[in-house]
């Protein structure tokens, strides 16, 4: 059963057109992770909660905003996004410090 | 903040030996180090993990060893399999102020697995 759920898995968008991705969870953990992948590359941190505590890393463009509602869910905004937002996001959950972390399947976007 | 750095970035054996990838991470204060197999258009998924007062920890062909002192922990397997092939990421969790449950990844290890 899908623990770690995102939507959409695949998901095409014009530059500059605001997107959002989200992802779900089943779980009840208290932290939430975002991640960009690129190709051959390891996950880059974007943010990450611990319930509704909110952490931006000092790299994160300015352009990716996150949300969180609830501990279920978690959203990621891309305001405007370039070429170079094209990556795979990859939402990840763990209950609480030094517990293992669980993937959703990943968006895959595209800029167009 | 934490960082982690992983060695080597491509590995390549035969079917039947050993593999071992190394990592060092620079924040004293990260008491958890896991270990992500991700597949090609996969998500990363946990194939162990060790904590801070554990010096070694062993599942079936796979195991990991963690030096405290010398802030380095190692993946090992043996008796390597083709299904084996995938990009190896290692990771640590800092438990220090801004740090606080942040997974951090090292680069990733692509091992391939020859039969």
């Known amino acids: 059963d899908a623990m770690v759920i995102q939507n959409p898995r695949y998901q095409v968008t014009q530059f500059g057109k605001p997107v959002t991705l989200s992802c779900s969870q089943t779980?009840?953990?208290?932290?939430m992770y975002w991640y960009q992948q690129k190709s051959s590359q390891a996950p880059k941190l974007l943010f990450h909660y611990y319930d509704k505590d909110f952490n931006n890393e000092a790299d994160t463009p300015d352009n990716f905003q996150s949300r969180r509602p609830n501990t279920s869910f978690c959203f990621l905004d891309i305001r405007s996004p370039g070429l170079g937002d094209a990556a795979m996001y990859l939402c990840a959950t763990s209950h609480r410090e030094n517990t293992e972390a669980f993937f959703g399947q990943g968006t895959r976007l595209t800029v167009v | 903040g934490e960082n982690v750095e992983q060695h080597p970035s491509t590995l390549s054996v035969q079917e039947g030996d050993s593999a071992v990838i190394k990592c060092t991470y620079s924040d004293s204060a990260s008491n958890y180090f896991p270990w992500y197999k991700q597949e090609l258009g996969k998500r990363p998924q946990l194939i162990i993990d060790i904590r801070s007062n554990v010096g070694e920890k062993k599942d079936q062909r796979i195991a990991v060893t963690l030096n405290k002192t010398a802030k380095h922990f190692s993946l090992h397997i043996t008796e390597t399999q083709p299904e084996d092939s995938a990009v190896y990421f290692c990771a640590a969790i800092g438990n220090s102020g801004g740090s606080n449950y942040k997974l951090t990844f090292g680069k990733g290890t692509l091992l391939t697995v020859n039969p």
């Open positions: 779980l009840n953990h208290n932290v």
